[in-house]
């Protein structure tokens, strides 16, 4: 709210100097816009109230709440009454919508090394190439670029073949031709958060609160999030308002944010350079430690104790990888807190799926087993509590 005082002191500051009234005005028309905005949603959420729509709304928003909570009581609740959690899955996706899973049962790791192969041929070459680790019960939230969303459960995707496996027998989300698909998000982990925080390739990030997002995954569809061209959306990621949101780009530019600070329209986070974009964005939670995986395979890791905050946009952040490195073709893949225990999962350009000791790949300060010619596309860290062997 602009009170009657903040009024007045703008009007002496652009009396003592006449040069900042164009910049008070510009403030002033960015407050209006935002109070009209806001207007005209309390409009429509009366006028949904008067013909029962915005009931119908809030009831369905209830009804996905309930069964994400339904879905995090069966899995914590088997484990209270004596049982055995469900094995932890590798969600591993590719742009073109194909999603293929496999299980992490005791037996994967008995040894680090090759676990799986994939036909990766020159028209795979040209795909991105994602990993996540869920399980087998949870709902994944697919983001695409259009800004559209859609929900399907793991336990509805093929698994991986030990024989070898090609993409084209995997799940095919609905890309409607050219929407690529851009991001999976686990939805389980929902009612735990306040917020979704949005991001785009180019840095661009928004947050929404919990109840809006529920709605608007009703809708399917969330917005693109983009504000300027050659831009489209990267990422979404579940925190709360005392949560540290961390952004990472392709040359190695970091950048923290208060997720308090983050603003609930698009807005550039990061300058980032014209032939950079974000590769990795996530909730830092109270992690310690953060490793950093190069397309060459090389390891940095940092302390998240040296990484500062910032409570500003646009700014440059953090840089983790040498300019000179940067030259020469180094590119950052991946960026994830880490734990000793924890295990590496890597995809390779030849198609390799390769499953790598956290501890011992810090301790290398790369991934040892990759071939001359053979480069890193995706990287994912496993967490100790998959290994329940």
């Not at 709440?65 to 009581?73: N, S």
């Not at 859609?150 to 024989?163: D, I, R, W």
């Not at 500062?308 to 490195?325: D, N």
Request: hydrophobic share 40%.
């Amino acid at each position: 709210m602009i009170t009657r005082k903040q009024i007045e002191e703008w009007m002496q500051e652009a009396e003592l100097r006449p040069g900042s009234a164009p910049q008070l005005i510009n403030i002033l028309g960015e407050r209006l816009q935002l109070l009209a905005q806001r207007n005209e949603e309390l409009l429509s959420e009366t006028i949904q109230l008067r013909d029962g729509t915005r009931v119908e709304e809030l009831e369905a928003q209830l009804a996905m709440l309930e069964g994400q909570l339904d879905l995090l009581k069966r899995r914590y609740g088997r484990l209270e009454e004596g049982g055995e959690e469900e094995p932890a899955c590798l969600v591993l996706y590719r742009d073109d919508g194909r999603v293929l899973q496999l299980s992490l049962d005791p037996a994967v790791f008995k040894h680090a090394g090759q676990i799986a192969t994939f036909t990766i041929d020159a028209e795979a070459a040209e795909h991105a190439y994602g990993l996540l680790v869920t399980h087998a019960e949870d709902e994944l939230l697919a983001l695409f670029a259009s800004g559209r969303v859609a929900t399907f459960g793991v336990n509805a995707l093929p698994a991986v073949s030990a024989n070898g496996s090609d993409w084209t027998n995997g799940y095919q989300a609905d890309t409607r031709g050219s929407d690529n698909l851009r991001g999976l998000l686990p939805t389980a982990a929902l009612p735990l958060h306040d917020y979704c925080v949005q991001v785009s390739r180019r840095g661009w990030v928004k947050r929404t609160m919990r109840e809006h997002f529920q709605s608007y995954i009703e809708k399917d569809f969330i917005g693109s999030g983009v504000k300027v061209k050659a831009d489209e959306p990267f990422g979404l990621f579940f925190a709360n308002a005392s949560d540290q949101a961390v952004l990472v780009s392709q040359q190695g530019s970091l950048l923290s944010l208060p997720v308090s600070f983050l603003p609930y329209n698009p807005e550039e986070s990061i300058k980032l350079g014209v032939s950079d974009h974000l590769i990795d964005a996530f909730n830092l939670g109270k992690e310690q430690r953060l490793m950093l995986v190069t397309n060459h395979g090389h390891i940095v890791v940092r302390e998240t104790g040296s990484i500062t905050p910032s409570e500003t946009l646009k700014v440059k952040g953090q840089q983790l990888i040498p300019p000179g490195r940067i030259g020469s073709g180094t590119r950052a893949v991946a960026l994830a807190p880490w734990h000793a225990q924890d295990w590496l999962a890597v995809l390779t350009s030849t198609g390799r799926l390769l499953l790598f000791q956290a501890a011992r790949a810090a301790e290398d300060g790369r991934l040892t087993g990759l071939t001359d010619q053979e480069t890193v596309l995706a990287v994912r860290i496993v967490p100790a509590e998959a290994d329940a062997g």
